[in-house]
């Protein structure tokens, strides 16, 4: 059997596997419901709904003819900013507008890590979604005769991209797995720098939220832009997952004791209810 229909297969898998065992672990581990894993997967394709159409109106500036009389080094790292602040803007602000009206309770680190867990999940399911789909095309055109569902002008492009499909080397068949596996943690990172401007009351986390994403996505729009092989790329990204998890491991640590400002409220109120409701006693049993 021919290794690419099996791999093929397990990439996509995966990466629709991946966001869904680590939601189960993380609602498991903190007893929380699947409720802010769908409010950060509406959150994505909220945010997309609004970044696709702005790239595709701002694309005229790429075809320019004053954009193309820059160097080309010029207009790489041009377009690599662009669009790295393209997508750290529309993304966290998207999820800056999440915990600012659509998930008003999530305050703690593990809600903040459920709810990235469902904007970079919903993302990966989408892409493997996807993935799956091109595969099983590819699968019946495998043994077709092209020549009967395509033009004599498309046979020989049709006839090329399935080769070129069955022909990659297996390891490249997995890179979409191993995409997600590496871009998950970003998600997770920026849901918990932008959940620290509301906790810590400092906007300048949801600036810094921006400029993490946006600066991760210029660098691999920027290797990509100048022909770096696709494990370099990977390996940068995985370089940033690395950072994406540490960020998340610190803030863990430093974040303030919300349950402590729980806690002292509740009790605060418990006291007040107590107080109010011995002076309604004594004031219907007064007169009896």
Known sequence: ????????????????ALPIGLTIYLTHKFRLG?????????????????????????????????????????QNIFLAI???????????????????????DARSWSAGLLAGAGHGGIEAIILGLLVLYGYVQMMILRGMDIATIATPEQVEVVKTQIQAYWSAP?????????????????H????????????????????IAILFHAFMDGVAVYMLR???????????????????IGIVLLLKGREPDVMIEISNTIQSKLIIESVNETHDNLDRTQYQ
């Not at 059997?1 to 629709?16: A, E, S």
């Not at 790295?84 to 009206?101: H, K, P, Q, T, V």
């Not at 997770?188 to 600036?207: D, E, G, Y």
Request: aromatic letters at 18%.
């Open 34 to 74: 699947w409720r802010l894993f769908w409010i950060g997967a509406g959150t994505l394709i909220f945010s997309q709904i609004l970044h696709i159409p702005f790239n595709a109106l701002a694309n005229p500036l790429f075809v320019s003819d004053k954009y193309f009389t820059l160097p080309m080094i010029w």
């Open 1 to 16: 059997m021919d290794i690419h229909i099996l791999t093929y297969l397990i990439n996509g898998l995966l990466m629709i």
């Open 82 to 104: 662009f669009l790295g602040l393209s997508a750290g803007i529309f993304e966290e602000l998207s999820r800056y507008m999440m915990y600012r009206w659509w998930a008003k």
């Open 188 to 207: 997770l990172a920026c849901s918990i720098l932008v959940l620290q401007t509301f906790r810590r009351k400092n906007s300048w986390w949801l600036i």
């Open 226 to 244: 100048i022909g770096s092989s696709a494990f370099t790329i990977e390996g940068i990204i995985g370089i940033f997952a690395v950072i994406s």
């Open 170 to 186: 297996w390891y490249f068949t997995l890179l979409g797995a191993i995409e997600r596996l590496f871009t998950i943690p970003l």
